[in-house]
Nanobody, 124 residues
């Protein structure tokens, strides 16, 4: 059984930083596609960062240059370092994963496993 557990959310002022973690059990991140998504109230869920088994990384334009996704294979954890946070980054953040081969589906935002989410609130 695959379980993804996010942590690290919280409330910060504009310009602050947070690091989200997504720990996995039942799945090995080194051979998985992992994405970070966010969903603000009344809005659709969007992917902000993705990492693929070979190490390829993608970011949405809204977070490029401010967020960094990384993977620690030894800890089987994926991180999302968020710097220069803005009020518009306020959302519930979710991690999602899929076992390889997964690139084609993940590129379309389709993942098999989801975490429960962690809230990020940025005040102006």
């Amino acid at each position: 059984q695959v379980q993804l557990v996010e942590s690290g959310g919280g409330s910060v002022p504009s310009g602050g930083s947070l690091r989200l973690s997504c720990a996995a059990s039942g799945l090995t991140y080194s051979s998985a596609c992992v994405g970070w998504f966010r969903q603000a109230p009344g809005q659709t869920r969007v992917r902000v960062a993705a990492i693929y088994p070979v190490g390829t990384i993608n970011y949405s334009d809204s977070v490029k240059g401010r967020f960094t996704i990384s993977r620690d294979n030894a800890e089987n954890t994926v991180y999302l370092q968020m710097n220069s946070l803005k009020p518009e980054d306020t959302a519930m953040y979710y991690c999602a994963a899929a076992r390889a081969p997964c690139a084609a589906e993940a590129s379309r935002g389709r993942y098999d496993y989801w975490g429960q989410g962690t809230q990020v609130t940025v005040s102006s």
